[in-house]
């Protein structure tokens, strides 16, 4: 294997070649997703930003565009949103054929050298054909920078409950709120967050849509704020808010706010590499899902991680879906349901009795680096429950249940790869444990370089990403201090040809 085969993923976007960051200006029109994001072509590390682009039609397998938008001379072209303008309020294009408009930061290099406050600032572009190409508007920037150091990252919305465009945007320890008729002319409507939620650094990526509560007619406001640093396991994260909007103002729910505090912020993924994802617009088009991707990395190491020609993968896409446990709410996640579509084989257990190390599937019978498993554990009792993928290079990942002490966790200290940053596997990953003890449901979906686990219908969400010497080889059970039953043990391996 070169390194190349080795750790490019089967079933994750990654850009051919060059550096990726953050998703950006998601959107479904006419048969196709598209996804775009922070991109430098000519570089495996960061550099001057451009828009890459990609397209789907199930979110699964992804064709590259050509560049959607290059840097100019008023900066580098940071992360934003797109939304389909189907009443052509801005008058960009027509009824008939509807323009994209995307809404990015400038972020003027030239300014920040020169050690200036006002470099960020925000842009607007359009497109009459899909997405395919795009011109940037001449009056840009249209919201200039109110003296705030850390001002990126629009995320428009249409607000059909208020009838406006919001957009919402980063500003250093919270985010600001901006209502617009046209898309090209924005007003202030307020700010959020500077007492309320994590603040080990600054926030970004933030994103504002409302939410049905899962099985009712209710619905409410959910915010996602990005942080970096200051997640809940080091480096970067995205933490979340559920409450209620006026067209104004968004107000955080009273229980909410409890957990929040008690849990010192809630989060999309405890995992370390789910950073900076905001959601699809313009899905109502299709089934009213609320579609998500995040960029599967993390800053603390992202730039070294063992790849040459390309680096980052965005996760798995996932529906979200805000349920309500007993007064608290807590935005779940799903891979989308188009991963079925790719089951190539099943392998199916139904009660298989735990009660020392056992491999549960070995390559023999499946590729381990193309699988969706599911499977059920009842009555937990205070054990810890941990199983692994490993190889026989001796690479292995962890990952489990801690009941005793009430955690989930990852441990990617032995996965293989790790002299390239001390911050990779510097400690185990932990979310606390929610659930229930009578019934806990697992899935996970593996790749070459990546894990995602969803325990309890993705209620609590764990995503990292590893660099073993040799491609997995067994799945096991690792350790078992106890006796215990695994029910309804589903190993599905995946095909993409
Ligand atoms: C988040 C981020 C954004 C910024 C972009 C630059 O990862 O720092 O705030 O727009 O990356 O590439």
Redesign the pocket.
Known sequence: YTEEELYRPNFHFTPKKGWM??PNGMFYYNGYYHLFY?YYPDSNV?GP?HWGHAISTDLITWTEKPIALYPDEKG?I???SVVVDVKNSSGFGSLKNPPMVAM??Y?DIKKEKAGETNFQSQGIAYSLNEGLSWTKYDANPIIKNPNIK?F??PKMTWDAIHQQWIMIL?AGDKAMFYGSKNLKEWALLSDFGKEIGAHGG?W??PDFFPMLVDGTDDYKWVMLS?I?PGGPNGG?ATQYFVGDFDGKKFTIDETFSKDVKQQKGLWIDYGRDN??GVTWANISEVDGRKLFIG?MSN?DYAQKVPTETWRSSMTIPRELVLVKDSGHYIVSSKPVKELQNYIAKTIKKESLKIDKETVLVDKTVVDLSKLDIHFSLKNLKKDVYTFSFSNDAKNTIQFGINKKENYFFIDRSKSGKLAFSNLFAKNISKAPFKGDFDKMDVRIIVDKTSIEIFYNNGKTVMTEIFFPDKPMEYFSVSKANTEYTIENLIINQLNFN
């Open positions: 960051n953050d922070q960061w930003m580098y940071f992360s934003g990015f930061t972020h850390d990126r990252d980063a600054v970004e990526c990005s970096n970067s950073y900076a960029w800053w």
